[in-house]
């Protein structure tokens, strides 16, 4: 409870400065905008290996609660926003908060986002502190993203990054970003850590119906005593085809040493297809088809033969009975190479859930 007290005082804090830094002439008055905003998705998941501690599998970290009634994510924003300073505050809770932030130390785990900015030149913009990550095309909050649960993809990558940033955007076209970062999702370093991490990022919209995006990330993740450098890239492309039908296509590829000094490296790969089609502006259906090779189980560790080698389906229907409220299902299934899924005593080669979700936002 003092926990979360402190956190609404910092909430209240940062609220008040923001408010105290608000343009003085007019004409920045109109450019200098204090908003708040709100989420919250409920959620229901039946998985059909029953896991006896309901816990779905360990590579998820979003609905991952079986056979119970449960809040994923429920987060409170602030943002300020002028011509040249901006900041965000967000606090959460949920399951998505207590599975992703397990690591990180206890008053940051209910930190969604906390970041500064500055226009410090002609669309050039400096952010610091804790951000959405620069990598993927979903995030934590479902409203939006294409499907109800996360891809493997995303849910092995990270959602969120801390370091400074530093974005230039020329035109409506194109935009470039370079970031210094603690490491691979990570608030606070890893003891005994003194890697630099970086990230950099290149967006192309060439039209309002396209855009690609190339991210990368360069760094360590362990003690300096075993560093094993990372190598990692992000590529995907957001598509609408017509006014009711859109595809994303992406793929993650990453290298990481073998040991510290080798010039072995172990590689994963992850390619990824969504197509959504919308019925009317309140119904809306989307199938998704994904991949994950992690043979020698650099992110995802099986200690079985082959790795981690998984493909997943899923078909989930959207219905938005009123302005700001989504109700969905979906069926999704994981078939692997090894026996890496478990039900009940006996290793499993496939993994089927059916999840439903109700989210509500302001």
């Known amino acids: 409870m003092k926990k979360t007290l402190l956190l609404v005082a910092i909430l209240a804090a940062a609220v008040t400065l923001f408010a105290q830094t608000e343009p003085t002439t007019e004409k920045e008055k109109e450019k200098g905008k204090l908003t708040f905003s709100g989420y919250a ?3 229901y998941s039946y998985d059909f290996n029953q896991p ?3 816990t779905k599998p360990g590579f998820l970290y979003n609905f991952n609660r079986h056979n119970e009634l449960n809040l994923n994510l ?8 002028s011509d040249r300073v901006r900041g965000n505050i967000a606090l959460m809770t949920g399951t998505y908060a207590q599975y992703n932030m397990a690591a990180e130390p206890s008053i940051f785990q209910y930190v969604y986002e906390a970041n500064v900015g500055v226009r410090v030149g002609k669309n050039v913009w400096i952010d610091a502190g804790i951000m959405p ?3 993927g095309f979903e995030s934590a909050i ?11 993809l995303a849910e092995n990558s990270p959602y969120f990054e801390t370091g400074a940033k530093v974005t230039w955007t020329p035109n409506e076209k194109w935009s470039f970003a370079a ?8 608030i606070k370093r890893v003891d005994g850590n003194q890697t630099p991490d970086f990230g950099t990022q290149i967006t192309f919209k060439p039209s309002d119906k396209v855009l690609l995006n190339w991210s990368t990330y360069v760094g360590n993740d362990f003690p300096d005593s075993t560093r094993r450098m990372r190598y990692f890239n992000n590529l995907y492309g957001t598509f609408g085809i017509t006014e009711k039908f859109s595809l994303i296509a ?23 297809v969504i197509a959504r089609y919308a019925f009317t502006d309140k119904l809306a259906a989307a199938g998704r088809v994904e991949y994950f090779n992690d043979a020698d189980g650099v992110v995802i560790a099986t200690e079985t033969p082959h790795g981690f080698q998984t493909t997943g389906y899923s078909l989930n229907l959207d219905f938005t009975p009123v302005s700001h409220v989504m109700f969905r299902i979906e069926g999704r299934m994981f078939n692997g190479r090894d026996k890496t899924f478990i039900k009940g005593t006996e290793l499993k080669n496939n993994n089927a859930a059916l999840t ?5 936002w302001f």
Do not use: F
Request: charged share 15%; aromatic share 12%.
């Open 41 to 43: 998705e409920a959620y």
């Open 52 to 54: 006896a501690n309901h």
């Open 74 to 81: 429920a987060m409170l924003k602030a943002n300020y926003n």
């Open 133 to 135: 990550a620069h990598i």
């Open 142 to 152: 479902g409203k939006d993203c294409y499907t109800l649960t996360r891809s493997m």
């Open 179 to 186: 970031m210094y970062l603690n490491g691979w999702q990570r």
């Open 250 to 272: 992406g793929i993650d590829y990453g290298l990481q040493q073998k040991a510290k000094g080798s010039s072995g490296l172990s590689d994963w790969y992850t390619p990824i």
């Open 356 to 360: 439903a979700s109700l989210a509500v």
